[in-house]
């Protein structure tokens, strides 16, 4: 054992303690977990990490999330031995996470009207199944494998399904997948029944598909792989590393996700609220979640939209009174999230507490964003040579509305995560059929 890894309940009056080998996703009293690390990592690993990026034949080092496994490093290998790596570590042959990085898109400047060499957006959607998630499969799937698993579960809006079948594929895991029956993109669908996965096709929506699967993985104890699972955050802080290892490890003043179930906003909360502690970051950038305006449950309830009350973290003593009335409000008016952004549709975010505690460390907004705007946005960063889905489109259509209100100054750094490339082609031809549409180039029929 070279460190020290152990899961920790995120309530301060709480603070229960497990092994990292058991599997839960909440304390006994029901409160989620963080993993914690109780070795404080050198700062000199920064520079590890840069050399790990000439990676030779390491795919433990190709991998932009393994290659910075000595923060990630709960199966407390170590993580300079290559067959150890090999033997713990879930990777398909260093893909995840690879090709990602921040990159400038001066048509998106322009569009939110920011200063041009101050805007990056990071494309996740350059990952093996397409998306953000494959960060945080790589290490749930290391977890799982470490605990014998032989079938995973999750429900999912598309994107996990993909990259939990694609995972599970590749280790040789049973892999069934709850997804709300006819809507969820098309591509994502193929996806987990090409990668072999039982798809179950619950009627209703993501909520109500989470809620299913959560009884039937209890009642088959299986492993779930949902963004509940906190090993499963642990891979997705390497987005944020990502960012900052781009820009020297100095951190913008913004970072920007479009906000579902709330896993990347809580797993960028606690990523830097570590590199905070351990005195490798000196400013903390602010985070801003977008949500569409059809599932704002986050938005409405930060911003006091519901009953006039602001929700917060509040140093953990957060009114769970005032969310469950939201949710008796919501189920008892038969609000039902909607928005084209499929892959957003959520009207009760599983990370919702840790969302608000990182929100509380990062002095964070949250803003809602139109589909029309999404749409807007999703086409102009394909003018910039880039695909991204709807949802992710919500990251510089909140930009654009932040600069507009001035919380975002126009020369502030900010790095906006597109988190899934285009996987229902549909979209974007009905959006260019419309000649209405702002950046519409609608194809015309060749008369000689
Ligand atoms: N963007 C994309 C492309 C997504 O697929 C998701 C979530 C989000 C943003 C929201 O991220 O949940 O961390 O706030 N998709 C999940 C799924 C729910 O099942 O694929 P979050």
Redesign the pocket.
């Known amino acids: 054992m070279i460190s020290d890894a152990y899961q920790e309940c995120i309530d301060p009056k709480c603070m229960l303690r497990y092994d990292i080998k058991e599997f839960r996703l909440s304390c006994s009293k029901g409160h989620p977990l963080d993993i914690k690390y109780s070795i404080k990592p050198h700062v000199k690993l920064k520079d590890v990490f840069a050399m790990r990026r000439n990676h030779g034949s390491n795919i433990y080092n190709e991998s932009g999330v393994w290659r910075f496994r000595d923060l990630i490093n709960f199966c407390q290998i170590d993580t300079e031995d290559y067959e150890e790596c090999a033997k713990y570590l879930a990777s398909l042959d260093g893909a995840e996470g690879r090709l990602s990085k921040p990159f400038k898109m001066s048509k998106v400047a322009e569009y939110v009207n920011m200063h041009k060499d101050c805007l990056f957006l990071q494309p996740e959607g350059y990952n093996p199944s397409g998306?953000?998630?494959d960060n945080g499969m790589a290490t749930a799937l290391t977890h799982a494998k470490l605990l014998n698993v032989k079938k995973i579960m999750?429900?999912?809006?598309?994107?996990?399904?993909a990259s939990a079948a694609m995972y599970a594929s590749n280790e040789g895991m049973e892999c069934e997948v709850y997804v709300p029956r006819g809507e969820i993109a098309i591509g994502?669908l193929g996806q987990a029944l090409q990668f072999g996965a039982q798809v179950i096709e619950v009627d209703g929506n993501?909520d109500d598909a989470l809620a299913v699967m959560l009884k039937e993985a209890k009642r088959s104890n299986a492993y779930v792989v949902?963004?509940v699972n906190p090993f499963r955050l642990e891979g997705q802080k390497t987005i944020v590393y990502r960012v900052l290892e781009y820009l020297n490890w100095e951190p913008p003043d913004w970072l920007v996700?479009?906000?579902?179930?709330?896993?990347?906003?809580a797993s960028a909360g606690k990523c830097l609220m570590e590199l905070y502690e351990w005195g490798w970051i000196k400013k903390i950038p602010r985070l801003a979640v977008i949500n569409a305006e059809g599932a704002s449950t986050l938005y409405t309830l930060y911003n006091g939209k519901f009953n006039g009350k602001e929700l917060r973290w509040n140093k953990g003593n957060v009114d769970l009174d005032l969310i469950n009335e939201y949710y008796e409000y919501m189920d008892k008016n038969n609000i039902r999230p909607r928005t084209d952004a499929t892959?957003?549709q959520?009207g009760k975010?599983a990370?919702l507490l840790k969302a608000l505690r990182a929100l509380e460390f990062t002095n964070g907004v949250v803003e809602c964003v139109s589909d029309k705007d999404m749409y807007d946005s999703m086409a102009v960063v394909g003018l910039n040579g880039f695909d991204c889905?709807l949802?992710?489109g919500a990251v510089p259509a909140g930009i654009k509305k932040l600069r507009e209100q001035e919380i975002i100054k126009k020369d502030d750094v900010v790095v906006g995560i597109l988190?899934?490339r285009q996987k229902d082609p549909n979209l974007v031809i009905n959006y260019h059929l419309n000649p209405s549409n702002r950046f519409a180039v609608t194809p015309k029929r060749y008369k000689g």
Not at 154 to 161: K, L, M, P
Not at 257 to 265: H, M, Q, R, V, W
Request: aromatic letters at 8%; a positive charge.
């Open positions: 998306s953000f998630k999750c429900a999912s809006t598309g994107n996990t399904s994502k993501f949902n963004s996700y479009p906000g579902g179930a709330l896993g990347n906003t892959a957003i959520i975010p990370n889905e949802a992710s988190t899934g």
